[in-house]
């Protein structure tokens, strides 16, 4: 079944970008002058995505509204002339089809991908996470739909961790299928480093299966009292329907202020009617120090 439907959770608080996460949601933070959530809906609709389905929370409406129409501001830029401004402004809304659920409570991603069941409906499906950037030049998610597609089971992107950060990712135990697929045997979410099952963590992309939704039901609460789709993910691999992607390609983490702020910069570096200003802005500060 080809895969049309990407899940988003984006009802997390956002502490590690206080205070500027209390009035404006994390995901709705910009780089450069673009939401960092709306790359990750590009990202989504690249890769053949037609239906975003965001779960929110209370304080998280202004997502919504950044992809629905906004008539008085078509408007403003028709009566301006800002052609390239509407287009724009038209692009984001029309891109995909949107829909959003609340997550009543913050229960843990688990809870966040359960809440999105009835909008799913028994498809496979993609969940992608608001912290973690891929850059549009080295996309996983067209690699990972191969491998669900010769496979059939749920399929996660993977990255070599560096050790001291092991014990904030989902690690996992593999077996070797090819130059960038392996089969997950076994996962475990954010343990010591001492203790890891190998280096190999999650990336923050994820194709599942239906199934999931059943696993997580039952699923009780575990690290840090929540419920984790990485313990029910390896109820999958247990049976043997779990693979991954050895992703190599260029990632960026936006959930802390330097990360923010270094992807903002790499993306800005990218485009050609600002990348030289901020070079030489940043040159002649390099200079002063």
């Excluded at 608080?13 to 205070?19: A, I, N, Q, S, Y």
């Excluded at 990750?40 to 998280?60: L, Y």
């Amino acid at each position: 079944m080809r895969i049309r439907k990407a899940v988003l959770p984006v009802a997390g608080l956002g502490t590690r970008v206080l205070p500027a996460s209390k009035v404006i949601p994390k995901e709705m933070l910009p780089l450069v002058d673009k939401p960092t959530l709306q790359y990750i809906v590009e990202e989504a609709v690249a890769a053949g995505v037609e239906e975003i389905i965001f779960v929110t929370s209370r304080s998280k409406r202004s997502i919504e509204d950044h992809f629905d129409i906004f008539p008085e501001m078509e408007q403003a830029l028709e009566r301006k002339g800002k052609q390239k401004e509407l287009e724009e402004l038209r692009h984001v809304q029309s891109m995909a089809t949107y829909l959003s659920v609340r997550q009543s409570e913050p229960h843990g991603l688990g809870h966040a991908v359960l809440c999105a069941k009835a909008l799913v409906g028994d498809e496979p499906f993609i969940v992608m996470l608001g912290d973690d950037l891929v850059a549009p030049e080295t996309p996983c998610l067209p690699r990972m739909i191969e491998i669900y597609e010769q496979y059939g089971g749920s399929v996660l992107s993977l990255f070599t961790s560096p050790p001291e950060q092991i014990s904030s990712f989902g690690i996992v135990s593999i077996e070797e299928l090819g130059s960038d697929t392996v089969k997950v045997t076994h996962l475990v979410e954010k343990p010591p480093a001492e203790e890891a099952p190998s280096n190999l963590a999650v990336a923050g992309r994820y194709i599942l299966t239906p199934d999931i939704f059943e696993l997580l039901e039952k699923t009780p609460p575990g690290n840090g009292g929540e419920i984790q789709v990485t313990d029910a993910i390896e109820m999958q691999a247990q049976a043997g329907k779990c693979y991954g992607l050895r992703f190599t390609g260029l990632r960026y983490d936006t959930g802390n202020p330097l990360g923010l702020l270094t992807t903002s910069i790499a993306y800005a570096l990218k485009r050609p009617d600002i990348a030289p200003g901020l070079r030489a802005y940043m040159q002649e500060v390099l200079h002063e120090a």
